[in-house]
């Protein structure tokens, strides 16, 4: 009988445990197992209650309070052929009254935000469908606000065609490709201040307000392309990296019955920005920002359409940096403006007069503004969203136009966010924790909850039934006196008697947080897998993180890495003091800004990290462009030893642990020109690492399997280096 039971016993043991799913990177990145159900975006309708949807190549309406489909507002496929068009909608966009529809078709990307395509304009009522350009694929088409007049930007000019008599206007003509942008953005204002199209109508359709980009003496760059020809392709453009000549910017006003372009009077305009452009409710008041080269010098003018005039409305000044935001609201009644800053030490919102005298304050005390939703006139009221009791969590308040009688509208421990309405009738709460995926809630104005959009049950079921790790917060204190807030998971089955390597995540740049209390995605899943094999995951955000005022998040100004690494280590030491990891198996992983940062602490903390992974990283800040660096650094000439300090290009000498070093050859953004240069200063130093580099790739590296082949070779080499380390090496500095 004991016999027996002892082979019962091994039997049972033998058998997966019922929720032992194992993960698999081809379940995370080829066949997407787990991925949470979104819900895009609400294209609200001028009533508040319904949306739009694009699906299957038709524009469905919706009723936001039932969920219920109303109407197909438009099927692409019945315009298939007509005047051009393809019958496919990539894209589309209403008019003010919604009569009209803009619809774009064989979208093309350039950037991150940049595109062309071929647009068409339908009249709902005549369901006549007509090109804006025939043949020819341009960028950002645009439908005045009465519908009569669509404005667009081609070869680098401006245009608009006039629907009434099918007539176009060229706006500008001296637009030429690397040389004159009229009406779009250059690449560094698309990627930094993160708009592309530089053109708006006034309110009464009558003039258009536009910048123009002489990139004349800013220097090129050139990426190579291998895509199975003889030679290679090369794609140049103008990049302005650090300390070089930015292009020079103007913003002028075109008035359409007058068929010319006004100037618009911005003083010296010698290394200045014009970083964004908002008209009035005033259709003869345009806002113009103007910031200095240093960032840390804002003002917001109106400009007179008719005459180009400006008068100085407010201006911020900062010792350190100003950040640009979409922040800002005019109101209807002509007198007020809705605004954010930092200069209370976090970011809070204020009601100013249109002579620049600040009315009203929102006081938020320590708590910054971290989204503004929008302002409710109707109501007297704005909406927004504001860090909650740890900078780990967001809530959803709202507050008096006079900033008075401040509620929270949501405030459940974890992570908040919203949509309102076009009319605030309603709003779509986004909730998630980190142990639990998005759920999209609909709510009315006054609280009450009007229906469940999607509470991805599927996928909470699921993970009931797996042997998950739960992610767990923590905090310690540096020996500078910091407190820095970091999470951990650890395996399922994890035993306090073991000794786990670990695999730490960052990304750790100005005012980024990774260490929120919100849903991760698809890196969740690549975490649980690793913890399925042994791994611990821990994340900490070092300081230069946001969500904790000014002067944490701006205090490694003109100094980019130096902190953030002397936090990162002290976060390693911590997590090797406990008694559960084993100190000398602690590897790093970061992206961009985080691949930075992991190859620094590799350098910089070669007596504690083991191995690092770096993908797409900035080596030297040199190399980077003007805004984003000198945001942060000023210029290379202004700063030597701040830029020359923390580039991992001059510590190259000191590698000691395992290197991982991956970037995509077509990144615009970081340029491959890094990944080279690193590998440079490691052959020169005589040190061995590991580079995988992804052809034609950019920043994101992804595009049918790319990330499924990304994630299998960091994977293997953490189970190579980290996990099974102690088993081939004894001593952490002797090459296997």
């Not at 602490?601 to 190399?623: E, H, M, Q, R, Y």
Request: charged letters at 25%; aromatic letters at 14%; one cysteine or more.
């Amino acid at each position: 009988m004991k016999i027996l039971l002892n082979l019962l016993c091994a039997l049972i043991v033998s058998i997966p445990l019922i929720g032992q799913e194992k993960i698999s990177l081809e379940g995370i990145w080829k066949d997407y197992d787990y991925v949470s159900k979104s819900v895009p975006g609400f294209r609200f309708m001028n009533d508040g209650k319904h949306y739009t949807r694009l699906e299957d190549n038709v524009i469905k309406k919706y009723d936001l309070t039932t969920g219920d489909f109303v109407a197909d507002i438009l099927d692409g496929a019945t315009l298939k052929d007509m005047n051009g068009f393809d019958g496919k909608i990539n894209s589309y966009r209403f008019n003010g009254d919604e009569s009209q529809i803009i619809l774009a078709s064989e979208v093309e990307s350039i950037y991150r935000r940049s595109s062309k395509a071929f647009y068409f304009k339908y009249d709902r009522k005549t369901q006549d469908l007509k090109s804006i350009r025939d043949g020819d694929k341009i960028m950002y088409a645009t439908l005045s606000p009465d519908g009569n007049h669509v404005a667009y930007v081609f070869d680098n000019n401006l245009y608009y065609l006039n629907l009434v008599f099918g007539t176009t206007t060229a706006i500008t003509k001296d637009g030429q490709f690397n040389k004159i942008i009229n009406g779009a953005t250059d690449w560094v204002y698309e990627e930094e201040f993160a708009f592309a199209k530089a053109f708006y109508w006034s309110s009464d359709s009558k003039k258009l307000s536009y910048l123009r980009f002489d990139e004349t003496e800013v220097k090129e760059f050139t990426m190579t392309n291998y895509k199975n020809g003889v030679y290679p392709e090369y794609v140049t453009f103008k990049y302005p990296k650090v300390g070089e000549a930015n292009a020079k910017v103007s913003v002028h006003i075109y008035d359409l019955s007058k068929k010319r372009s006004q100037d618009v009077d911005m003083g010296n305009m010698d290394d200045m920005y014009i970083p964004r452009v908002k008209w009035t409710n005033d259709p003869n008041k345009l806002c113009v920002f103007k910031m200095n080269r240093h960032q840390n010098h804002l003002e917001l003018f109106l400009a007179d359409a008719n005459n180009g005039s400006t008068s100085l409305l407010i201006e911020e000044k900062n010792k350190y940096y100003i950040d640009i935001t979409d922040d800002l609201n005019f109101l209807d009644d002509g007198k007020h403006f809705v605004w954010t800053d930092e200069t209370s030490g976090y970011k809070q919102v204020y009601v100013y007069d249109m002579k620049g005298n600040k009315v009203a304050e929102i006081d938020t005390g320590d708590k910054e503004v971290t989204n503004l939703y929008g302002v409710d006139e109707e109501r007297k009221k704005v909406y927004y969203q504001i860090v909650g009791d740890t900078p780990m969590e967001r809530k959803i308040c709202s507050a008096n136009l006079d900033g008075k009688n401040i509620k929270i509208l949501q405030d459940k421990d974890g992570y908040n966010s919203a949509q309102f309405s076009s009319n605030y009738d309603y709003y779509v709460l986004n909730y998630s924790n980190i142990n639990e995926p998005p759920s999209y809630v609909v709510y009315s104005n006054s609280g009450k909850v009007v229906r469940q959009i999607e509470t991805n049950e599927k996928l909470k079921e699921k993970m009931t039934g797996m042997a998950l790790g739960e992610v767990e917060f923590f905090d310690f204190t540096t020996s500078e006196d910091v407190t820095l807030n970091g999470y951990m998971m650890k395996p399922n089955d994890f035993d306090p008697n073991k000794e786990y390597p670990v695999f730490m995540y960052l990304y750790g740049g100005p005012g980024s947080q990774q260490v929120t209390d919100s849903w991760k995605g698809q890196n969740y899943w690549w975490f649980q897998m690793l913890l399925q094999e042994g791994f611990i995951v821990a994340c900490v955000d070092n300081r230069g993180t946001g969500g904790r005022g000014e002067e944490f998040k701006k205090m490694t100004y003109q100094n980019l890495g130096h902190y953030e690494t002397i936090d990162q280590i002290e976060a390693a030491k911590y997590l090797g003091a406990q008694s559960y990891i084993d100190k000398d198996r602690i590897g790093i992983f970061g992206w961009s800004y985080g691949g930075y940062m992991s190859t620094l602490c590799l350098l910089k903390g070669n007596d504690v990290f083991d191995a690092a992974i770096a993908v797409a990283p900035v080596t030297s800040w040199k190399w980077y462009d003007t805004i984003y660096t000198e945001r942060y650094m000023r210029t290379h000439a202004e700063n030597e030893s701040g830029y020359e300090d923390n580039s991992p290009v001059n510590y190259a000498d000191q590698l000691e642990g395992d290197y991982l070093l991956v970037h995509g050859m077509g990144d615009d953004n970081v340029h491959f020109q890094n990944t080279a240069e690193m590998a440079n200063a490691l052959i020169s130093a005589n040190k061995q690492f590991d580079t995988y580099y992804y052809p034609n790739r950019n920043h994101g590296i992804y595009g049918g399997v790319t990330r499924l082949h990304l994630y299998q070779k960091m994977t293997n080499f953490l189970r190579e280096n980290l996990y099974k380390k102690d088993e081939v090496q004894k001593d952490k500095h002797i090459r296997p």
